[in-house]
Nanobody, 126 residues
Framework: QVQLVESGGDSVQAGGSLKLSCAWT?????????VVWFRQAPGKEREGVAG????????FYAASVKGRFTLSLEKTANTVYLQMNDLKPEDTATYYC??????????????????WGQGTQVTVSS
């Protein structure tokens, strides 16, 4: 029901920065959305990185990225950005954006989302 397009992935050196974008459209005009960035490294489970409940907005982060990553929301454009600073090799992963019309819960949990973007690759070299 929600279509998402991510962009901004690239290869950078450790300590560098990248800014990812996620734009979404929806067949139905929900009042609010839960939008979350996830990442998945080869051989690892998909993990939540940062998310936003657009009604606040209320923004939240995984402990592993807090202080380094910043999520921002451009509500009128249905777009979220993930500014990633001080990147580390362990941040290397495919980054996915997921969104759903807000149903009362917004957390860094893959099970809450049925709509996903195609992913954008972030590679951090040491």
């Amino acid at each position: 029901q929600v279509q998402l397009v991510e962009s901004g992935g690239d290869s950078v050196q450790a300590g560098g920065s990248l800014k990812l974008s996620c734009a979404w459209t929806s067949k139905y005009a929900f009042t609010n959305y839960c939008v979350v960035w996830f990442r998945q490294a080869p051989g690892k489970e998909r993990e939540g990185v940062a998310g936003v409940f657009t009604g606040g907005p209320h923004i939240f982060y995984a402990a592993s990225v807090k202080g380094r990553f910043t999520l921002s929301l451009e509500k009128t454009a249905n777009t979220v950005y993930l500014q990633m600073n001080d990147l580390k090799p362990e941040d290397t992963a495919t980054y996915y954006c997921a969104a759903e019309g807000y149903g009362g819960t917004c957390r860094l949990e893959t099970s809450l989302f049925g709509s996903w973007g195609q992913g954008t690759q972030v590679t951090v070299s040491s």
